[in-house]
């Protein structure tokens, strides 16, 4: 069965460092997401994206933030200048169509420890 | 904003033991509702969902069903398996606010013993 996948599993980065997360979405799929949850807290929603461009972003995602699919399979989440509160698992989802019954399939997570 | 609120963990229960867990919500229009499973070391996988009011969801012996009058989707199964062990997450979808983007409550994890 397809599934996402994400690299790395685990990133431990120093503060004011740059990240990239990457992320495989499924082959056929269209519309892809981050998604971030800090230790203890809800799964967040930082960014949608579609045809290449930005569909929706969250307060979240701000100007530290870019996403990029540079190829015809990856997805990337950049974190330009890394923050203590930046610490978190990221999950990429990914999902054939929009509408708000769709299903995401998401990937199992990159662990980003900023120190 | 649109919200989910859902019961704390963990939540550690017997094999074959009867499983609710609580998810209420708050949203302006008129949500899909979903409950993803998360099985250790693995990503979120959507467990069931309903998109309308009265609509029941099930997958799996678990089963939920949207009601519109409490503002709930909780989550039961009848008799649980100790390969039921995940943190269980209550989501949203609303048509009025995020079209197609995800809102989760905290997480619930569920721990069953033999």
């Known amino acids: 069965e397809p599934e996402v996948t994400q690299t790395p599993s685990h990133q431990v980065t120093q503060m004011g460092q740059e990240v990239i997360l990457r992320c495989v979405p499924i082959?056929?799929?269209?519309?892809f997401y981050w998604y971030r949850q800090i230790l203890g807290q809800k799964v967040e929603f930082l960014v949608s994206?579609?045809?290449?461009?930005?569909?929706?972003k969250s307060e979240i995602f701000d100007d530290q933030f870019s996403v990029e699919r540079p190829d015809g399979s990856n997805f990337t989440l950049k974190i330009r200048s890394t923050k203590l509160e930046d610490s978190a698992m990221y999950f990429c989802a990914s999902s054939d169509q929009r509408g708000v019954a769709d299903t995401q399939y998401f990937g199992p997570g990159t662990r980003l420890t900023v120190l | 904003g649109d919200s989910v609120t859902q019961m704390e963990g963990p939540v550690t229960l017997s094999e074959e033991a009867f499983l609710t867990i609580n998810c209420t919500y708050t949203a302006t229009g008129y949500p899909s509702l979903f409950w993803y499973v998360q099985y250790p070391g693995e990503g979120l996988q959507l467990l069931l969902k309903a998109t309308k009011a009265d609509d029941k969801g099930s997958n799996k012996g678990f089963e939920a069903t949207y009601r519109k009058e409490t503002t709930s989707f909780h989550l039961e199964k009848g008799s649980v398996q100790v390969s039921d062990s995940a943190v269980y997450f209550c989501?949203?979808?609303?048509?009025?606010?995020?079209?197609?983007?995800?809102?989760f409550g905290k997480g619930t994890k569920l721990s069953v013993k033999p």
């Open positions: 989501a949203l979808s609303d048509k009025g606010g995020s079209q197609g983007n995800l809102i």
């Open positions: 994206f579609y045809n290449n461009e930005i569909s929706e």
């Open positions: 082959s056929n799929h269209l519309y």
